[in-house]
């Protein structure tokens, strides 16, 4: 769409929308400039300045010396609501692209424009940025008279060079030529999306273009949004003739982004996430794949979706969007979601796990195979179950049960429940399991074992440290304690102790809690290394008392030594006095314990065997079959065998599956 209009269109149309206009709120002001004169138009509307139009009915004069002056008297009336919401529009749109020109251009000389009006000569003088040159009045003289200006103002012209405003004022007169004024063309392209205007320029005696016309001539072709005030200036001040300039771009309409989850975990398991040694060196058994969560913890929250933001052609159509589509909460077993409706949280302890479009979180971590450097060390939250073995060299922890189908090589279980061993462990001098509540196994040879319950096993114990704060038994038709140091509260059991060839020494203890048996050797440790320590440091403050005695006083820095050293004694015979509160405390605990303790054996308990009960020791030294060993009046004794729990041994070991 194109148009055409002459200057004479232009004030008919100014006219037209002056009368419109009219029909609005207005004042009549005077004063002597239009600036003065739109701020008590501003006060009277009660309205900014900026939101202001006005329409000029009698012009001022500046007298000499103030003689025959006149005022200025305009009509201001408020701004058309369609052009202040164009203007604002604008003003959104290029507002950050204007601060950041002016920014750009901290230096910048003025500059001066000529424009011949129909109400005649026009001078506007900008002033400069930073360090730029001023307009001199020779160079505003230069382009009135290059315009062929008449009667010029000269005091006008020096005063607005002097107060450089920024702003036409009138100096002067021409010989008018309507028919040489200058015209423009607007031609609205790409789907009305963008309005780009040419000028001609005028012949002589032709009046410019105003920036007051070109913006009535692009309401007149239906432009009336996206326009760049900046543009529609420049146009005004430095003319571009038969050159197409874009003075307004409409907005493209924005749809939606849909909703989107993110993830607070490794969704592709096939990332590994391997560890680095203190050296630098990658730990390849440090593999990550197990994603721990607790009960409560974020597993992923939901992006919204975004709204569309609907675009406007420069004509004013509006241009629809698409708001974002929203996608259902990824929710699976164990998983809930949170009070804000947006996020998901885990219910129990476990393992995370992102499959066929699910969150879930999994209590049984299943091994398909062999504990071995495909699996790396596995540490859940949760029980572990291994369908294989688990290598020599490799670490299980587990807030459950642990339960292996093979066997369990030189490596290290930790489970705050029971370990179930289906075959055997074979620790070779370094494996180690402990558990919360009891170890089941085939055999266990040279491992260390703790549990808080019971071990329980059909084969053997060879060459082990086993302790359990209830019973150790071992039965089943090769049912033998042979070698290695045994520790229960309540119970041994098990068809042969000892071995008749001899070998490693065996050793059964019953009737106190070995963990605070253990505690009390460790804190007899710590208190023996706590008083060698007395001893060496009383002895370098008795040698520095002597010297002081013998001299009356000791050197500064030696005077520092002795006071340092009778702190620090003091220090450690706190810790001294600690450590005895702490192993009265468990020796108390002990000798109030209720277990009497027994040691069993259905077959043979060969010479050489160690049996304590509670501080009672006994070595035997011939053979003896089918008894029962207990305390009485502070002595040792035998009785019948007495047999095991049965209820127990029928019961098996636990459904790893139904774990607490």
């Known amino acids: 769409m194109a148009g055409r209009v002459g200057m004479e269109g232009v004030r008919a149309l100014m006219a037209r929308y002056l009368e419109d206009d009219r029909d609005r709120r207005?004042?009549?002001?005077?004063?002597?400039?239009?600036?003065?004169?739109?701020?008590?138009?501003?006060?009277?509307?009660?309205?900014?300045v900026k939101r202001l139009e006005y329409e000029v009915l009698d012009r001022g004069v500046d007298g000499p010396l103030g003689l025959g002056a006149?005022?200025?008297?305009?009509?201001?009336?408020?701004?058309?609501?369609?052009?202040?919401?164009?203007?604002?529009?604008?003003?959104?749109?290029?507002?950050?692209?204007?601060l950041a020109a002016i920014e750009e251009e901290k230096d910048r000389d003025g500059e001066c424009f000529v424009r011949l009006g129909s109400d005649g000569a026009l001078l506007k003088v900008t002033e400069p940025r930073g360090r730029g040159k001023r307009v001199s009045e020779r160079v505003a003289f230069d382009r009135v008279q290059a315009r062929a200006v008449r009667d010029v103002n000269e005091d006008l012209v020096r005063d607005t060079v002097k107060r450089a405003e920024?702003?036409?004022?009138?100096?002067?007169?021409?010989?008018?030529?309507?028919?040489?004024?200058?015209?423009?063309?607007?031609?609205?392209?790409?789907?009305?999306?963008?309005?780009?205007?040419?000028?001609?320029?005028?012949?002589?005696?032709?009046?410019?273009?105003?920036?007051?016309?070109?913006?009535?001539?692009?309401?007149?072709?239906?432009?009336?949004?996206?326009?760049?005030?900046?543009?529609?200036?420049?146009?005004?001040?430095?003319?571009?003739?038969?050159?197409?300039?874009?003075?307004?771009?409409?907005d493209k309409p924005y749809n939606g982004k849909d909703s989107t989850v993110k993830f607070n975990f490794e969704t592709d398991r096939t990332k590994l996430n391997m560890k680095e040694t203190a050296d630098g060196r990658v730990d390849f058994k440090e593999l990550g794949l197990i994603q721990n969560v607790v009960a409560g913890q974020p597993l992923a929250r939901?992006?919204?979706?975004?709204?569309?933001?609907?675009?406007?052609?420069?004509?004013?159509?509006?241009?629809?969007?698409?708001?974002?589509?929203?996608v259902p909460l990824p929710i699976g077993k164990n998983v809930r979601v949170a009070d804000d409706g947006q996020t998901l949280l885990a219910e129990i302890n476990g393992q995370v796990t992102y499959l066929n479009g699910k969150i879930n979180v999994e209590e049984i971590f299943l091994v398909p195979?062999?504990?071995?450097?495909?699996?790396?060390?596995?540490?859940?939250?949760?029980?572990?179950?291994?369908?294989?073995?688990?290598?020599?060299g490799f670490r299980i922890k587990a807030s459950g049960n642990v339960e292996v189908k093979g066997n369990v090589g030189k490596a290290d279980i930790y489970a705050e429940g029971d370990v179930i061993v289906?075959?055997?462990?074979?620790?070779?001098?370094?494996?180690?399991?402990?558990?919360?509540?009891?170890?089941?196994?085939?055999?266990?040879?040279?491992?260390?074992?703790?549990?808080?319950?019971?071990?329980?096993?059909?084969?053997?114990?060879?060459?082990?440290?086993?302790?359990?704060?209830?019973?150790?038994?071992?039965?089943?038709?090769?049912?033998?304690?042979?070698?290695?140091?045994?520790?229960?509260?309540?119970?041994?059991?098990?068809?042969?102790?000892?071995?008749?060839?001899?070998?490693?020494?065996?050793?059964?203890?019953?009737?106190?809690?070995?963990?605070?048996?253990?505690?009390?050797?460790?804190?007899?440790?710590?208190?023996?290394?706590?008083?060698?320590?007395?001893?060496?440091?009383?002895?370098n403050i008795q040698t520095l008392v002597a010297l002081k005695k013998a001299r009356k006083t000791l050197p500064e820095d030696k005077e520092a030594v002795l006071r340092d050293h009778l702190a620090r004694r003091e220090e450690l015979v706190a810790e001294v006095r600690n450590i005895v509160r702490e192993t009265e405390?468990?020796?108390?605990?002990?000798?109030?314990?209720?277990?009497?303790?027994?040691?069993?054996?259905?077959?043979?308990?060969?010479?050489?065997?160690?049996?304590?009960?509670?501080?009672?020791?006994?070595?035997?030294?011939?053979e003896q079959k089918g008894l029962t060993f207990y305390l009485d009046n502070m002595l040792i004794r035998t009785t019948k065998y007495e047999e095991v729990d049965e209820e127990l041994l029928k019961r098996g070991p636990p459904d790893a599956y139904q774990a607490d």
């Not at 992006?303 to 569309?308: A, D, I, K, L, Q």
């Not at 699996?375 to 073995?389: E, K, Q």
């Open 26 to 48: 207005s004042v009549v002001v005077e004063a002597k400039s239009v600036e003065e004169a739109l701020r008590d138009a501003g006060i009277q509307l009660e309205l900014p």
């Open 70 to 98: 006149k005022p200025w008297r305009i009509r201001a009336y408020e701004t058309a609501a369609r052009r202040e919401a164009a203007a604002e529009a604008v003003e959104e749109l290029a507002g950050d692209v204007a």
């Open 166 to 250: 920024g702003e036409y004022v009138l100096v002067g007169t021409f010989i008018a030529n309507p028919a040489n004024d200058a015209f423009l063309t607007v031609d609205v392209s790409d789907q009305e999306m963008r309005a780009s205007v040419m000028m001609t320029q005028p012949g002589p005696g032709g009046a410019d273009l105003s920036k007051e016309s070109i913006l009535a001539f692009l309401r007149n072709n239906k432009v009336v949004y996206g326009i760049d005030p900046e543009k529609v200036q420049e146009l005004e001040d430095k003319p571009r003739y038969r050159e197409p300039v874009v003075v307004a771009e409409g």
């Open 302 to 326: 939901k992006v919204p979706p975004e709204p569309g933001r609907p675009g406007r052609t420069v004509t004013g159509k509006t241009l629809p969007a698409r708001n974002g589509k929203d």
């Open 369 to 392: 195979g062999d504990v071995n450097l495909k699996t790396g060390n596995i540490m859940f939250l949760g029980t572990v179950i291994v369908a294989g073995s688990v290598e020599d």
């Open 422 to 539: 289906h075959q055997g462990v074979t620790g070779k001098g370094g494996g180690s399991i402990r558990a919360g509540k009891s170890v089941w196994a085939k055999f266990i040879e040279n491992a260390t074992i703790e549990a808080g319950d019971s071990v329980i096993a059909s084969d053997g114990l060879v060459n082990s440290q086993i302790s359990a704060n209830k019973r150790i038994i071992c039965h089943g038709k090769r049912a033998s304690i042979v070698g290695g140091r045994y520790r229960a509260c309540e119970e041994i059991n098990a068809k042969t102790l000892g071995s008749p060839v001899g070998g490693a020494e065996t050793i059964a203890e019953v009737g106190y809690d070995p963990r605070s048996k253990e505690r009390l050797d460790q804190l007899a440790a710590q208190a023996n290394q706590l008083r060698k320590q007395i001893d060496e440091f009383e002895k």
């Open 585 to 622: 405390s468990i020796q108390a605990y002990l000798a109030n314990l209720k277990a009497k303790g027994r040691i069993s054996a259905s077959g043979k308990v060969y010479p050489g065997v160690k049996i304590v009960i509670k501080d009672i020791h006994e070595e035997i030294k011939v």
